[in-house]
């Protein structure tokens, strides 16, 4: 008993950490979609029938197909695409957009969800699944979900939040959510940035106040890796 409630408080804690955390860093950017993000290609793949319904979490929503689809490229993988019922966005559509990600983003992925509209603010990711709510939504988004299943716990670590701490804004006012969606959005200007060209001097003077976020990016993900 003794351990399931320690068990119990420790999720808790974690809980109430995360809900509490508020950055207070100026944000460079309004926000991330209007960067360019047109280099982006997606890869072969092909989408069989059948997969782990299990992934599917439709939020109270009937699932209406499952799908699993194999992504070819420098790292291939397997991802279980969701439909529920009423799903705000096409087959078609959620395939391209997550193959567009990073296949060293990419890869953590268990399963994504196109879900009705309206059931879960928009996008959100839990346990590896992530899930998809409003129509057509934008590549960065689909990275941003994907890097909360790349952290691996990289965003509670002390090496990140000093990182944090060093600097004097973060890339937007999400980013100030906490520790997670801060490492998840970074992850997504680091994208756009190597793809830009504009990685080597980490954005230049533009970007210098969150310099040290963006150095601790390209140790968890080299720009080699997403050239691949």
Not at 97 to 119: C, D, F, Q, W
Not at 161 to 190: G, I, K
Not at 202 to 227: D, E, V
């Amino acid at each position: 008993m003794q351990k399931y409630l320690t068990l119990y408080l420790s999720i808790v804690l974690v809980l109430i950490d995360v809900s509490i955390q508020d950055l207070g860093k100026p944000a460079l950017l309004s926000g991330l979609g209007d960067l360019d993000f047109s280099f982006l290609r997606a890869p072969t793949s092909p989408a069989g029938s059948g997969g782990d319904r299990n992934l599917c979490n439709c939020h109270g929503a009937p699932v209406q197909d499952v799908l699993t689809v194999s992504y070819h490229g420098s790292i291939s993988h397997s991802v279980v695409l969701c439909m529920c019922n009423n799903a705000v966005t096409g087959a078609s559509v959620m395939i391209d957009t997550m193959g567009r990600v990073p296949a060293p983003i990419r890869l953590y992925n268990k399963a994504m969800v196109s879900s009705p509209a309206g059931v879960c603010g928009g996008a959100g990711s839990s346990g590896d699944v992530s899930y998809y709510c409003s129509s057509n939504m934008h590549v960065s988004v689909f990275i941003h979900e994907s890097a909360h299943s790349m952290d691996r716990g990289k965003s509670a670590s002390s090496e990140w939040r000093d990182a944090v701490a060093r600097d004097t804004c973060v890339p937007d006012a999400y980013a100030n959510s906490n520790f997670a969606d801060n490492f998840a959005q970074v992850v997504v200007l680091w994208v756009h940035l190597v793809g830009t060209g504009r990685h080597l001097d980490f954005g230049g003077s533009k970007f210098a106040c969150m310099r040290n976020q963006l150095h601790q990016i390209s140790r968890y993900l080299p720009a080699t890796s997403l050239h691949t």
